[in-house]
């Protein structure tokens, strides 16, 4: 019997007794008022003690939270240690299934702390990672052909890789390849810009 549990019961009995004893004084004395006065002093430690239970719990609950949010954040910083170091993320088959083996947990906890801390679904976690590597790979050869680009970034199709792009960077992978380009030849970079015609063909 936990403790809650045991305050519940004393509540109630003293309840009980405060009744009958209420009871006993109107009949031995026909007072009322002194029966109030019984009753009033007898739950004046109820309610304290009922206030207290509430307090009680309400620790044991932000204790727990707090304890679970400690949890989560570690497991958070596991899965992205783990992404990063191993980089997961450029294999095109890579499943939900697959690191929570990584990380030592399951598929429900590992799904529920990437949502809860980066907002997004295990794939939409993963593209980001991608496409974040694209972009290098981007800068560091401009005449890589985008589906190259999107296949060494570990995306699994042209389509997902296009949509990944306008999802985290707000522009396809050409507008930020343009991006780059105009960036370096404002920086004075010795690089010659690529005519339109042979932009596209790199797509």
Same mark, same amino acid.
């Given at each position: ?8 019961? +004393?509540?109630?009995?003293?309840? /009980? ?8 004084? @109107?009949?031995? %004395?026909? =007072? $009322?008022? &002194? =029966?109030?006065?019984? $009753? ?7 309610? +304290? ?8 719990? #309400? #620790? ?21 240690? *783990? ?5 997961? +993320? ?10 929570? $083996? ?6 429900? /906890?590992?799904?529920?702390? *990437? !949502?809860?801390?980066?907002?997004? !679904?295990?794939? #939409? ?8 590597? /694209?972009?290098?790979? @981007?800068?560091?050869? &401009?005449? &890589?052909?985008?589906? !190259?680009? =999107?296949? &060494?970034?570990?995306? /699994? !199709? %042209? ?16 507008? @930020?390849?343009?991006?780059? $380009? ?7 970079? %010795? ?13």
């Amino acid at each position: 019997m936990n403790t809650k549990t045991k305050l519940l019961i +004393y509540i109630f009995v003293t309840s /009980a007794l405060c009744i009958l004893s209420a009871i006993a004084v @109107i009949v031995m %004395t026909h =007072s $009322v008022l &002194l =029966s109030l006065l019984v $009753v009033i002093t007898s739950i004046l430690p109820l309610v +304290y003690t009922h206030n207290r239970i509430k307090l009680v719990e #309400q #620790q044991k609950e932000s204790t727990l939270e707090k304890v679970k949010e400690s949890r989560d954040s570690d497991l958070y910083d596991r899965v992205c240690q *783990i992404i990063e170091k191993h980089k997961c +993320y450029l294999k095109s088959d890579y499943r939900i299934e697959d690191l929570s $083996v990584m990380a030592n947990s399951n598929k429900s /906890a590992i799904s529920s702390v *990437i !949502n809860r801390f980066s907002g997004m !679904n295990f794939n #939409q976690f993963l593209n980001r990672y991608r496409v974040e590597f /694209a972009i290098e790979l @981007i800068k560091n050869d &401009l005449s &890589l052909k985008m589906w !190259n680009v =999107s296949d &060494l970034a570990g995306f /699994a !199709n %042209t389509n997902t890789f296009n949509s990944a792009f306008k999802k985290h960077k707000g522009k396809t992978p050409t507008e @930020i390849r343009e991006e780059i $380009v105009n960036q370096r030849i404002d920086d004075g970079d %010795t690089i010659m810009r690529p005519s339109l015609d042979k932009m596209a063909s790199m797509s």
